[in-house]
């Protein structure tokens, strides 16, 4: 007989059930991240809470168990690298567990308190990519949510304000498609899924929407 708090499917997979610590978790990105997305009055939150929501919107379908752990590393997984570093990831692991901290430092490209002595953009994001080819899935599930986060933003913006999009970024067009292509082959290397094709085809209409560019 099945115990009540299981909470298992009819398939017989662990269920998604978010508790009292995803509220912490809300909270203290509340309180961290009061920023702004780049060059927009957007709250950063909305940029936090969009990723947690294509993490848990991958619950069922990601081939292994969406946790509330992964939720809150994607509510999180720019705490460290923007807010504080290495100390931010300590504060992290006290408050949320080993877990957590461990998907969060997967997800940062930098741990630097300092962001001034942070190494250069190509540099991070290149270590960044050979970094994640040997993270566990569940890092890369959460990474893939913030890169199609990412990319629909800027493919919204483009529609809107045209190339000056690119003009809130460290790096122009190049790059930023470079980028996405690197991380959609790393992602593609262990097969692929229904969260990385649709990065794959938001990427390539920003591609092709912004193709005039180079011509």
Do not use: C
């Not at 930098?110 to 960044?128: F, I, M, N, T, V």
């Not at 483009?158 to 122009?172: A, L």
């Not at 498609?177 to 990385?196: H, M, N, P, Q």
């Amino acid at each position: 007989m099945r115990k009540e708090n299981e909470n298992v499917n009819g398939m017989g997979t662990k269920q998604l059930h978010l508790t009292a610590s995803f509220t912490s978790a809300v909270d203290y990105a509340r309180h961290i991240h009061i920023e702004r997305r780049k060059g927009t009055d957007i709250p950063y939150m909305a940029h936090l809470l969009g990723v947690a929501s294509l993490v848990m919107g991958e619950a069922g379908h990601a081939g292994f168990p969406v946790t509330e752990d992964m939720v809150i590393a994607a509510l999180l997984h720019d705490a460290a690298e923007d807010q504080g570093g290495l100390r931010r990831l300590q504060d992290i692991e006290q408050n949320f567990g080993p877990n957590v901290a461990r998907m969060v430092e997967g997800l940062s490209d930098s741990l630097s308190e300092d962001s001034s002595k942070k190494q250069s953009w190509p540099e991070r994001k290149q270590a960044y990519i050979e970094r994640l080819r040997g993270e566990p899935a569940d890092v890369r599930l959460i990474s893939v949510a913030d890169k199609i986060y990412n990319a629909r933003a800027i493919l919204e913006d483009y529609r809107e304000i045209g190339p000056r999009v690119w003009e809130r970024f460290k790096r122009g067009r190049a790059e930023q498609i470079w980028y996405f292509d690197e991380l959609l082959a790393v992602y593609k290397s262990t097969g692929t899924s229904r969260i990385v094709e649709e990065l794959e085809r938001v990427v390539e209409e920003l591609r092709q929407i912004s193709a005039a560019e180079t011509l």
